[in-house]
């Protein structure tokens, strides 16, 4: 498919051009006629699930393709332990908690970190993880914890706000690790007897950093097609045509879409850095996916010193915590769920009283479904 020549300034647009959006429709439905069963992709990213609703992507594809919802937000994979350590860490005299936006309303079992500022703590949210070098600065008597929360796109910057710590000599920093990895969970999700998924739209900005290689595994493995996806709706259209091709053709194949930004090998520089700073947890608990093996980071044993789960270790709970039983973000995120199977969704959860994770992040899937209802 060729795109339209335009203006650069209108770069953008041409990766949101209905006539090749519809062209790829009629491309994908045509070959869809030859598949021998359905095919039901999961797109593992939260970006992914907000361009299929936003543009009303599933709209426009046969009836035997779907999309799985997966567990590509950070935020809404958190379990609450790990929220009710930010809360109780955010309580301590002389603390200063810092982390991104989507993490303050998140619930824990003792409110919220928005509900711990209320009630008179220090908490702050960055637009950039290097805000903790200034603040930290200006406040050398307070201990500066950073909630560190992502995928592998945000690692590298932890591990270089780590490396601009040690340099500056800050002592008052300790950095609470949170950063998960996305083929473990996926290999969780496909190993599970109520899977369906036969097709992965993999993430685009993981993919930059570790290098699309990463999926090599899963697809041998599982024996299907994987392709790494931009996140315009051309660029999904297209996706979701090599998928079916793939599919209807019985091909077991890793392509990469998005090869305007996506190599094979990806940012070795920034797997460097994040090998030097990090290394893989036995184990750690996901919501709604229970404790999956080597599938997060922690802080080398070098780096004890900065290490908030150290330094907080003798008031840190560490019992696993059930979610709301009314709330089935565990569901989604495990892909046997979508938002409206929830009797909750959209009455006594909403993004401004959410009783679960996945309506709290702007990349969860039942805020997808919320703010985008009109395209359902």
Known sequence: MVLKSVKPLDFIQNFRDKDVILAYAKRIEKVAQCLSEPLYIMEVCGGHTHTIMRYGLHHLLPKNIEFIHGPGCPVC????????QA???????????LTLGDMIKVPGSNGSLASA?????????????????????ENPHKRIVFFAIGFETTTPMTAALIEKV????????????????????VKAILDSKQCRVNALIAPSHVSVISGAKI????????????????????????????LTELAAQKKVALEIQYKRVVTMEGNLKAQAMVEKYFETRENFEWRGLGNITHSALKLKKEYAPLDAEIM????????????????????ILRGVAKPLDCKVFGKACTPSNPLGSCMVSSEGACAAYYKYGSVM
């Open 77 to 84: 994979v958190m379990p609450k332990n790990r929220i009710n």
């Open 312 to 331: 907080f270790e003798n008031i840190l709970s560490k019992e696993p915590i059930p979610d709301n039983k009314a709330c089935r973000c565990g569901d």
């Open 117 to 137: 500022r209320a009630k008179g703590a220090d908490v702050r949210f960055l637009y950039s993880p290097f805000e903790v070098l200034k603040i930290a600065k």
């Open 166 to 185: 040690i340099e500056s000599q800050l002592t008052n920093v300790f950095f609470h690790i949170n950063h998960v990895l996305v083929p473990p969970p």
């Open 215 to 242: 999926y090599e595994d899963i697809m041998r493995q599982f024996s299907l097609p994987i392709v790494v996806s931009g996140f315009e709706p051309v660029d999904m259209m297209e996706s979701i045509y090599i």
């Open 87 to 97: 809360y109780e860490m955010a309580m301590q005299k002389d603390v200063i908690l």
